[in-house]
């Protein structure tokens, strides 16, 4: 769901750095990209979800970072919860209907650069059937030409993004479990 978001700040990337004739693909690492969400569960608790291990493209334009674009997408029944009844419930109808079918896609539509290190990445947000703008407030972290293992040039930066679960069919117990729900995103990414 939030984990989307992440998308957008894959966008945020492009901040800060040196100019390029064109742009540059980068793959998703998957072993070290993560979405976490969060929610308020009947006043009690703050409940933590993750997605990981997810792939995805971001086209970096160093040269015009707001001609970046990033895209993701992943199987809802990926998501990792840490608790097997849990999980089900989440893969139940009125929630994210964890059919194999079912992805999590997420396509950049716009970058507003904000800061020598932070952007807005604009995007479609598309979960249950339903696509809904969402906008990712996105920190660039680290960019190197070289990674010390891959030496392949790698970008790395942290989003965050506010979504609500109705929006996207996955209402179920609202307003008793909150239906807004905090997204945070890690995400590194190489050099193809």
Do not use: C
Not at 155 to 171: K, M, Y
């Amino acid at each position: 769901m939030k984990s989307v978001l992440f998308a957008t700040a894959l966008g945020a990337l492009t901040l800060g750095t040196a100019a390029t004739a064109e742009p540059v693909a980068y793959a998703l690492d998957a072993s070290h990209s993560q979405i976490v969400f969060d929610y308020n569960h009947l006043g009690f608790s703050t409940t933590y979800n993750m997605f990981s291990g997810f792939d995805g493209q971001i086209m970096f334009d160093k040269e015009d970072p707001a001609a970046s674009s990033v895209t993701v997408e992943f199987p809802v029944n990926t998501m990792f919860t840490g608790w097997e009844a849990r999980f089900n419930h989440f893969m139940s109808e009125g929630l994210l209907n964890g059919t194999d079918g079912n992805m999590v896609t997420f396509a950049s539509t716009g970058i507003e650069v904000t800061g020598e290190d932070t952007a807005l990445i604009t995007g479609d947000l598309s979960l249950n059937g339903v696509t809904k703008s969402v906008v990712l407030d996105t920190k660039l972290n680290s960019m190197v030409d070289a990674h010390p293992r891959s030496k392949k040039p790698w970008i790395g930066f942290d989003a965050t993004t506010t979504i609500l679960r109705s929006d996207f069919g996955a209402g179920m117990a609202v307003p008793f479990i909150s239906d807004e729900m905090n997204v945070r995103i890690s995400i590194e990414a190489g050099a193809e």
